[in-house]
C-alpha cells in the first residue's frame, strides 16, 4: 500500500541547533510533495511544496527541503532553529497514479528548548 | 484574503446522537476537502469535492457519513449515529485548481468528542 513514513515522532533541540526531519514515501512515478506546519493551536499551513525543477527547495521561515527520487525522500531542513518553531510537522505526498489522493505522514513533533 | 472558515469549532456529543460540521472555503476555491485526524495521526482524506461533483468518495464510510457541497461552495459533513470512533478532529481544506494535486488551504477544524 501507498505510505508516507515519517520516523521520528518526537524531536527535541536547544535553540541555534540544526534540524532534519525524514520523509519517504512509497509511490513509483511522478509525485507533488508537501511539508504543513501546525503550530500550537493554529491551523495546518503550508511550510513548503515541490512540484517539479530544482530539487532544492526553499519555503518560509528559512525551512528548505530536498527531493531525492532515487531514495523517494523529502527531508525538512533549517540550519538554526528558533523557539518559535515548536510546532507539529507533516509532511505529504500527492501521487499522479493514484487518482491525486494526497497521503499526510503521521507527524513529527518538535520542541525547541529555549 | 479570509481563509477557511469551519464551524463549530468543537462538539461533544453522546454516541448515536447526530452531529453536522460546516465548511465555508476560500472564495474560488473550486476544490473542497474534508479530512479526519486522529490524535497523534495525520490527517485522512474522507471526500473530496470539484465543484459540486463528489469525485473521490471511496475513504468516506457511508453508511453513517454523509456529505454535501450544494451551489458548490460551503460544504457540510454529517455523522448519523455518531460512535466513540469518531472522536478526532474534521478539518476542511480547499484548492483552486481541480487537478487535485494543488496546494490545499485548511481551515481550523472541528474537534469532535463523543462520550
Known amino acids: 500500500a501507498q505510505s508516507v513514513s515519517q520516523h521520528n515522532h518526537h524531536v527535541i533541540l536547544s535553540e541555534a541547533a540544526s534540524l532534519e526531519l525524514g520523509c519517504n514515501y512509497s509511490?513509483?512515478?511522478?509525485?507533488?510533495l508537501f511539508w504543513y506546519v501546525q503550530y500550537p493551536g493554529q491551523h495546518l499551513q503550508l511550510l513548503l511544496k515541490y512540484f517539479s525543477g530544482d530539487p532544492l527547495v526553499k519555503g518560509i521561515k528559512g525551512f528548505e527541503a530536498e527531493f531525492i527520487k532515487s531514495k523517494f525522500s523529502f527531508n525538512l531542513r533549517k540550519p538554526s532553529v528558533q523557539w518559535s518553531d515548536t510546532a507539529e510537522y507533516f509532511c505529504a505526498v500527492i501521487s499522479y497514479s493514484s487518482a491525486s489522493k494526497i497521503i499526510f505522514g503521521s507527524g513529527t513533533r518538535l520542541s525547541i528548548r529555549p | 484574503e479570509a481563509g477557511v472558515v469551519q464551524s463549530p469549532r468543537y462538539k461533544i456529543i453522546e454516541k448515536k446522537q447526530p452531529v453536522a460540521f460546516w465548511c465555508n472555503p476560500i472564495?474560488?476555491?473550486?476544490?473542497l476537502y474534508w479530512y479526519r485526524q486522529n490524535l497523534g495521526q495525520g490527517p485522512e482524506l474522507l471526500i473530496r469535492?470539484?465543484?459540486?461533483?463528489?469525485?473521490?468518495d471511496s475513504q468516506l464510510p457511508k453508511d453513517r457519513f454523509s456529505a454535501e457541497r450544494l451551489k458548490g461552495v460551503d460544504s457540510t459533513l454529517k455523522i448519523q449515529p455518531a460512535e466513540l470512533g469518531d472522536s478526532a478532529v474534521y478539518l476542511c481544506?480547499?484548492?483552486?485548481?481541480?487537478?487535485?494535486?494543488?496546494?490545499?488551504?485548511f481551515g481550523p477544524g472541528t474537534r469532535l468528542t463523543v462520550l
Open positions: 509511490y513509483g512515478g511522478t509525485v507533488n
Open positions: 481544506a480547499s484548492s483552486s485548481g481541480t487537478s487535485g494535486r494543488d496546494t490545499q488551504y
Open positions: 472564495s474560488g476555491h473550486n476544490t
Open positions: 469535492y470539484e465543484n459540486e461533483e463528489a469525485v473521490d
